[in-house]
């Protein structure tokens, strides 16, 4: 399956983990109907499983603006969290950016490495990581603190 997600409401935010080749319908995939989702949830992708992507400007295009139509009661910036770049998908990833600043998109996209740089991102405790499926909390480590 090239989409998966699950509403975290303990962090307040939805976590979709995109993999193999995607299209504009794997993004359409949400988590909108979910009980437990809030519209003002951050939303973190994790793309670093994808191999490509087949999307084109006008899908993009219609993908942001039916976005946007959800989003209008909206009245601050989501934080839209991309996990596992730079890679393949860069193109793509600067297209929704553009895109996204040209019709007022409540979403603030911002590219990181791992989920630390998540949590700290999203001003979230190191234990948070343990809500996130056990495949992307390879960097557990790095939150560990050492005693001296």
Known sequence: ??????VIPQLGLVHYIYSGNITVNDLLIN??????YRVDMAEVADVSRVSGYDIGFGEMRNFIA?????????????????????????AGIDLYVGLASAISAPYVLKQVAGYPEVLALLDLPS????????DCQVEAHLLAQQSI
């Open 1 to 6: 399956m090239p989409v998966r997600f699950e």
């Open 31 to 36: 988590s909108y109907a979910h009980p437990l």
């Open 66 to 90: 039916k976005s946007r139509e959800r989003q209008t009661e909206i009245a601050r910036e989501i934080p839209l969290l991309v996990v596992g770049t730079p890679h393949q998908m860069q």
């Open 127 to 134: 234990e948070s990581l343990r809500h996130f499926p056990e």
